[in-house]
Structures are given as structure tokens and as C-alpha cells.
């Protein structure tokens, strides 16, 4: 099982551990692979520097998160630029997918979600992703 997760989710896992998006998180790097591009690590890594997060993890948490996800996560050259979301700092989500071959893009993301399903990959929440797992 080939998954990318959107920014928003994984933070969201990161920061409430036990939570729907952590769970979901966890059960794809324990039974599937989590794909990541440079430009989705990038965004990831801007992202968790904000200040807004002080009160949740430390710095050296966050580091550590992101190490970790880059040892357990499949690094995927996007070969194929999509320009089909109507916010266009999404598309770089669906390039990875299509590069990456995936079966799943998790999101709370309503711009990726209203183009469900996108060249054979199923654009799902965190919850939608549970159920499913959960009958495998």
C-alpha cells in the first residue's frame, strides 16, 4: 500500500499522538509505505519551524519526527508536474501520487477531496482511510 499523506495530516499526527491522523499515520508506516517527494519534505520542514507549535513539541522533537520520517519513508522523484487543482499548492501532492504510484492521498484538504478519485488514486480523509484499513 503506496500512501501520501498530506502536510496538514501528518502534522496533526505529530501533534496529537493517539488521534485519528496519528493512528492512520502509524497503521500505513507499519503495513504500507508513506511516499514523500523533496518539495512535500521541504514544505513539511517550513511548516514545523513555526512558532505556533513551541507549546506542543520542542524543536528537537520536531527534528527527530523528521528524521525519522525520512528513514522509514520512500523518497519518490516527481517525473510528472500536475497543474489540476483549483489551489495550485496542492498539485504538488497529486504529482507525488502519480509519481509514486499510489493508492491513497490522505487529506482533509476539501480542494484535493472534490477530485476524488484522480487517475486511479483514491483522494480520502483520515477516517475514510481508517475504515478501510480496518476491513483488510
Not at 522523484?77 to 509514486?100: F, H, M, W, Y
Not at 477516517?127 to 484499513?133: D, G, Q, S, T
Request: aromatic residues 8%.
Amino acid at each position: 500500500m503506496h500512501c501520501v499523506f498530506d502536510t496538514n495530516v501528518i502534522i496533526s499526527s505529530l501533534l496529537f499522538e493517539g488521534g485519528n491522523p496519528s493512528k492512520a499515520f502509524q497503521y500505513a508506516l507499519k503495513n504500507g509505505e508513506i511516499l514523500l517527494s523533496l518539495e512535500l519534505l521541504e514544505e513539511l520542514s517550513d511548516v514545523l519551524r513555526r512558532e505556533k507549535f513551541n507549546r506542543y513539541v520542542t524543536t528537537k522533537e520536531r527534528e527527530e519526527f523528521l528524521e525519522t520520517l525520512l528513514e522509514r519513508a520512500v523518497l519518490v522523484e516527481v517525473v510528472e508536474k500536475v497543474q489540476e487543482c483549483r489551489d495550485p499548492k496542492d498539485d504538488k501532492i497529486l504529482g507525488l501520487a502519480i509519481s509514486g504510484e499510489a493508492e491513497y492521498i490522505i487529506t482533509g484538504d476539501r480542494d484535493l477531496l472534490v477530485l476524488n478519485p484522480f487517475r486511479g488514486v483514491q483522494i480520502i480523509t483520515v477516517e475514510e482511510f481508517l475504515r478501510i484499513v480496518e476491513h483488510e
